[in-house]
């Protein structure tokens, strides 16, 4: 009891003669005649109902923890247990201030523990104080997990009766938030339990059960896989769901069960073709984005909407010519509206809350739906404003919002024609640095993604960027903990090395340092190892570039392609590798590393007869800058290949049935004949 | 409580159209898709006044449109040289406002040499050699460019292009005024077009050689889940109605509700009902208590085929009131001989050497209540042409309507309803004992509060000369009593007045008595043609050895007593300056023709209203 006096010293102060009133009703709970605190407790509860005030004076006053004591005891009546139970239901419907105290009082195990009790009536009202409780955000979803028979019980008690049903799934759905919790209920057999609860004759039933589905089959592929397959009243779960998102249902019921369809979807539990997607939830999703809808049902609509149909460009096609969708979302970010500003406060206050909301949803929409097709992308940068609200909604200071522009701007970026047109129109480099400079994780992976290809050589945004000291940005990327931030960092660095100045390539090497390139090199990710490869064959084009950074670094260059070709290496990194050390072969001075090294000729050699077209071919094309006629020296190099045998594999390359492979061995050929 | 008339209409419009079919069984299971989906889609329409697309008009078409496979594969057989060589056909009929929201979908068979089609609607009149949109009062959208045109040559940017393969759909929206297309099933939002026409035709347009599409009207199955979107909207208005505000005027409404209900139950007699209605919810009934029961007296003699006791109380209780109306009285006389004919009426029924017991039985009517959804488990439905006419203001209407019901009616009449088949058991007349030397003894107040028992009906027509229309339903009701007279009533009771000699001359002389009647009548107000045909029919009877199974023994039927009876106790309210009909049946009645009045002045929610809808 003095834990709850103590919980909330403020409010005492605000106490009155009100207080006098409440204290009564609190020495009635310990009169000694059990039939005046059964009265008692009836008369709280009347008390209680619908006012506030008098719910924090009872638990001010300690009435909590005598009403669960009562709770508790066997002594007491089945009556005023139940009648306890009702007044903790009520107190629990207050604020959140009130679910903070009756949670500190430890009532969920007390609650829990009366559900064993057989009196259903009982029953009913514990679960429907737990319910109250659970769905509060201020109660940790923990407490349902952490006696490991309580989801099984309640499991049981789903047959009881409509309210058990109702206030069980309730608990369920508002508990389910991680994989972990999907996996326990799931085991527990929630979705045979809950399944035919979706044609309960009770709307709220049928509700409840439906939000319990959604929870459970999120980014979960058991769960995905198993509604598949499951029967309500010899009709599929997925038929069911469908006649759920029938226009004249409710909303909330359309919502979400196309949510429902959605993750299936998206655990290939059904096929994107699937009419049950393409005729009904994808529509059905277009229509909670419409501006008749609620706006937290737009936010939702949209969001589900943009991960449905993420990895599928025909479903991204349909969704953009569905009910003028592209044009319906600029919509989003017209709150909160001018009008209502200034006519209705309470709306300012309404739109100023779901504005970011909207924003980040509307962002993540477009994204999806430009992530694939060309048309679809110069669709979106056509609406109004397009290209702004993405700059503006980088430097928001929401982070979802900002995460969410990003994502929008990273998709857009795919597309050629809008990096020379629109992205350099709006500068939309500048906040994306900007972005860059200070961001958490997330939105650096996604904000050096865009950047790799506004860093691409017919990108207009190419040379400020430059300007802009980007390069130390992102060697400090490739320091990352982070593979995909490591990823988009060398990425960036191989685009922006490609076809680029001397002064550029020199200032790549040195900002990186040979040290951190030749730990890119050793990198566990392959997609670093290739993308670093890419780089050092951007850096080694060009016979004075080559000649220059071999002449500096050509050692330790030497040394990595050499491990790098002993090691166990993809056919496509040994391509890469080869290719570099072919770029080698052209330069002037730099040729000489291959040459003096006959370990090197040796492993070409090895190659030139490998197995795989692409690496004879880089092989061959190596050996053929090593014995090109018009430079120095041609003549020494073309004899001692020759002495080593090269000149047989090559003849019987030009035997090659693959056409390219014949093509250079006959031109390297051609090197000696001349 | 169905609109009859409407599925009435529908249907004898259904068997017209059906009749013209050809023998092609493949084709005439498409018509009854059509015709079933098409019911389905548009219930409110009523296809007699304004039928349904069906087709494309092969008279309102351009010379270079071709049509095939009965009027539904259009395909274009001009030059295509360049736009003046474009072509377009209309539908058969324009779209009927009482359908709320109408769809029809177009398939591209073809996209011919440029795929220059447009699909949309346009009004009669509209020049043929274009493609639909292109000009005033014709919308269209257009595959080449995806482009809506909305009674303009340049089109807006409105949806993706279209080609061969593609479904495209247009669906109109008589509610809001509103049109989108579709593509594939997916919708492609509103269509710019600001107003509609009235009476817009579904039309498609081509211009280049090759060009094939196929319509469907409702054929087949639609690509675009019409129905759903429909479902939407009858949410809508039904919500609209659910909510429509009444205000401050809550507590008159809860008066208005009572008195409906307690009007309702005074009308038809139900005395112990109404008084204990009254006494809870604290009302005033404008009649007194004697009067209801001996209204209800005589609706019960009149339902049990008694029409002369019947006649006689009402003389009795209501002097001068049959003096002042010849007509009805008439209209009783006539039903009195039918009834002699059928040996129920009491005149005739002293004569018959019955066992004791069967003196309490009579062939009756079969007891007729208001048919309370479906817990009245005593009701059999007869069909979906269970005869239920409503109120009509119009007289136009009327006539007709009336000569819908007897015809369906005749058509109803199961074995179950011939005349001796059913039994009224007269077990709750206590009140009539003056009269009645064989009235069995039972409490008024018990029968009187099961409703169910209660022979009645109740009319909602305009009474003025002999057009008496009939609103309820009749339904035939099984009397699951295991009575042996009945069934010796049925079987062997089938003869002319009971078989008995002396009543069947007391029955011709009282047809003598009636033509001496009709004859002065005629002298006093002039030729009377329903009277005239009334009598004939009567006594045509006399004509048939068994006149149950002849062409005018429908007249034996007990059913055809409640007209005669609801005109009787109209023609008594009347008198007692009470109103002839419930104000129940009144705004019902009132609903209903306000909602085809909707549909008259194209309101489009009339098709989500519909009264039926709210009566349960």
């Known amino acids: 009891m003095m834990a709850c006096l103590l919980e909330a010293p403020l409010r005492i102060s605000v106490l009155s003669e009100v207080t006098a009133t409440s204290r009564h009703y609190v020495d009635r709970l310990f009169d000694a005649d059990p039939q005046n605190v059964l009265q008692g407790v009836i008369d709280m509860k009347n008390a209680v109902i619908g006012n506030n005030k008098q719910k924090a004076n009872l638990i001010v006053l300690g009435a909590v923890p005598r009403l669960l004591y009562l709770l508790q005891q066997s002594s007491s009546s089945l009556e005023l247990r139940t009648e306890c139970a009702v007044v903790l239901g009520s107190l629990a419907m207050g604020t959140e201030n009130n679910i903070k105290s009756l949670v500190d009082c430890h009532i969920i195990p007390a609650l829990l523990q009366g559900l064993l009790c057989s009196d259903l009536i009982f029953i009913e009202a514990c679960l429907r104080c737990l319910r109250t409780v659970f769905i509060s955000p201020v109660t940790p979803v923990q407490l349902l997990y952490t006696d490991p028979t309580v989801i099984p019980h309640l499991m049981s008690l789903l047959s009881r009766s409509r309210h058990t049903q109702e206030y069980i799934t309730q608990i369920f759905a508002h508990c389910c938030k991680t994989p972990e919790h999907q996996t326990v209920l799931f085991n527990h057999g929630a979705i045979q339990n809950i399944a035919p609860l979706l044609i309960s004759p009770s709307d709220k039933v049928r509700m409840q059960a439906l939000k319990c589905f959604s929870v459970l089959a999120y980014e979960n592929t058991q769960v995905s896989m198993t509604l598949v397959n499951v029967l309500v009243d010899g009709e599929q779960l997925s038929q069911v769901f469908v006649r759920m998102m029938q226009r004249d249902k409710p909303i909330e019921m359309q919502l979400t069960a196309a949510k429902c369809l959605t993750y299936m979807c998206r655990a290939g539990a059904i096929r994107t073709d699937d009419n049950c997607i393409v005729l009904k939830t994808l529509p059905c999703l277009v229509r909670m984005c419409s501006k008749e809808r609620l706006l937290e049902e737009r936010v939702e609509g949209a969001e589900t909407l943009a991960y449905l149909m993420e990895p599928d460009v025909e479903l991204q096609r349909i969704a953009s010519v569905t009910d003028h969708l592209v044009s319906m979302l600029a919509d989003y970010f017209k709150y909160p509206s001018s009008v209502s500003a200034i006519t209705d406060i309470k709306r300012l206050d309404h739109d100023l809350k779901h504005a970011h909301e909207l924003r980040q949803a509307a962002f993540k929409l477009y994204a999806s739906l430009g992530s694939n097709d060309e048309d679809i992308r110069k669709k979106i940068t056509e609406t109004e404003n397009m290209m702004d609200r993405i700059v503006s909604g980088l430097s928001e200071s929401s982070i979802k919002v900002r995460l969410a522009a990003v994502r929008c701007l ?265 | ?472 339903t009749y339904k035939h009701q099984e009397i699951l009593q295991a009575d042996d007279n009945s069934v010796d009533d049925s079987c062997s009771s089938r003869q002319l007045c009971g078989g008995n000699q002396a009543a069947t001359e007391r029955m011709i002389q009282f047809g003598r008595e009636l033509q001496a009647l009709s004859e002065q009548l005629c002298r006093q107000y002039g030729k009377n043609a329903t009277h005239k045909k009334m009598l004939q029919d009567a006594f045509s009877l006399l004509a048939y050895s068994d006149p149950w199974n002849c062409p005018v023994g429908q007249q034996l039927d007990p059913m055809q007593r409640e007209a005669i009876c609801s005109a009787l106790n109209s023609a008594i309210l009347e008198s007692q300056n009470l109103p002839k009909q419930p104000p129940l049946m009144l705004a019902l009645g009132q609903a209903t023709e306000c909602v085809q009045l909707m549909a008259k002045v194209r309101s489009g929610s009339c098709s989500f209203a519909r009264v039926d809808n709210f009566l349960h």
């Open chain 1, 410 to 674: 990273h998709s857009l970026s795919r597309s050629v024609q809008q990096l020379r047109t629109s992205f350099h129109d709006h500068a939309v480099w500048k906040p994306l640095m900007k972005l860059l400079q200070n961001a958490p994780d997330e939105v650096l992976v996604m904000a050096s993604s865009t950047l790799c290809n506004l860093l691409l050589e017919f990108s207009p945004s190419k040379e400020p960027i430059l300007d802009s000291g980007v390069i130390e940005l992102l060697c400090s990327l490739t320091q990352s903990d982070s593979p995909a931030l490591r990823v988009n960092g060398i990425w960036a660095l191989m685009n922006m090395a490609f076809q680029a100045d001397q002064k550029v390539k020199v200032e790549i090497v040195r900002a990186l340092g040979t040290e951190q390139l030749f730990r890119l090199l050793s990198d566990p990710d392959t997609n670093v190892l290739m993308k670093t490869l890419g780089l050092l064959r951007n850096l080694l084009s060009t016979r004075p570039h080559i000649d220059q950074i071999m002449s500096s670094h050509g050692k330790q260059i030497m040394q990595a392609v050499t491990l790098i070709l002993e090691g166990e290496h993809s056919i496509e990194v040994k391509e890469q590798t080869l290719c570099i050390l072919a770029n080698i072969a052209d330069g002037n001075t730099a040729k000489e590393l291959i040459m003096t090294n006959d370990d090197m000729l040796q492993k070409i050699k090895y190659y030139m007869g490998h197995s795989n077209v692409k690496l004879q071919l880089a092989a061959t094309f190596c050996i053929s800058n090593l014995i090109w006629n018009e430079e120095d020296g041609s003549q020494e190099r073309q004899d001692k290949l020759k002495d080593m045998g090269f000149v047989d594999i090559l003849h019987k390359l030009t035997q090659a049935s693959d056409p390219n492979l014949c093509d250079r061995a006959k031109t390297a050929m051609q090197q000696y004949l001349a």
């Open chain 2, 1 to 472: 409580m169905q609109c009859n008339i409407c599925s009435v209409l529908s249907k004898m419009a259904e068997l017209g159209a059906g009749s013209l079919l050809t023998g092609d069984p493949a084709f005439n299971y498409q018509e009854h898709e059509l015709n079933e989906r098409l019911k389905r889609l548009y219930p409110a329409v009523n296809e007699e006044e304004t039928p349904l697309p069906r087709s494309w008009s092969p008279k309102d078409k351009y010379s270079y449109i071709g049509l095939s496979q009965n009027n539904l594969r259009v395909h274009y057989k001009g030059h295509g040289k360049n736009h003046k060589d474009a072509a377009s056909v209309r539908a058969t009929h324009p779209i009927p406002a009482a359908c709320g929201i109408y769809y029809f979908e177009v398939k591209i068979v073809s996209k011919g040499r440029d795929g220059y089609m447009g699909i949309g609607l346009s009004a009669q009149g509209v020049n043929m050699n274009r493609l639909p949109g292109w000009d005033k009062h014709s919308y269209g959208y257009h595959g080449d460019d995806g482009h809506s045109f909305c009674s303009s040559g340049t089109g807006q940017p409105y949806g993706p292009t279209f080609t061969t393969g593609d479904v495209i759909g247009c669906c109109v929206n008589l509610i809001n005024n509103t049109c989108f297309y579709t593509k594939n099933g997916h919708t492609l939002s509103f269509c710019p077009c600001l107003s509609f026409q009235p009476n817009l035709y579904p039309t498609v347009g081509l211009q280049t050689p090759g060009e094939i599409v196929d319509a469907n009207f409702g054929q087949q199955p639609f690509v675009f889940d019409i129905e759903d979107y429909m479902s939407e909207w009858r949410a809508k208005i039904h919500s609209m109605i659910a909510r429509f505000p009444i205000g401050e005027r809550l507590g008159d409404w809860q008066a208005v509700l009572q008195n409906m209900v307690s009007s309702y139950l005074v009308h038809h007699g139900y005395c112990a009902t109404a008084m204990t209605f009254a006494r809870a919810t604290e009302t005033m009934i404008q009649e007194d208590q004697t009067s209801i029961k001996n209204r209800q007296r005589i609706q019960k003699l009149v339902l049990a085929g008694r029409v002369g006791e019947a006649i006689d109380a009402t003389q009795q209780l209501y002097p001068g009131l049959l003096e002042h109306d010849p007509n009805l009285l008439f209209m009783l006389k006539c039903r009195q001989f039918v009834e002699m004919v059928n040996g129920t009426d009491s005149e005739v029924r002293c004569f018959s050497a019955r066992s004791p017991k069967s003196q309490d039985s009579y062939p009756g009517s079969p007891n007729l209540s208001p048919r309370h959804g479906a817990t009245n488990a005593h009701l059999h439905n007869t069909g979906a042409d269970s005869p239920t006419c409503s109120n009509g203001v119009t007289p136009t209407n009327k006539n007709k309507s009336h000569n819908k019901y007897t015809g369906v009616s005749s058509a109803s009449s199961s074995p179950s309803s011939s005349p001796s088949s059913v039994n009224y058991s007269e077990s709750n007349s206590t009140d009539s004992t003056k009269s009645q030397p064989h009235s069995a003894t039972s409490n008024q107040e018990t029968s009187d509060s099961e409703m169910e028992i209660e022979a009645e009906h109740y009319s909602n027509g305009v009474t003025e000369s002999s057009t008496r229309i009939m609103n309820g």
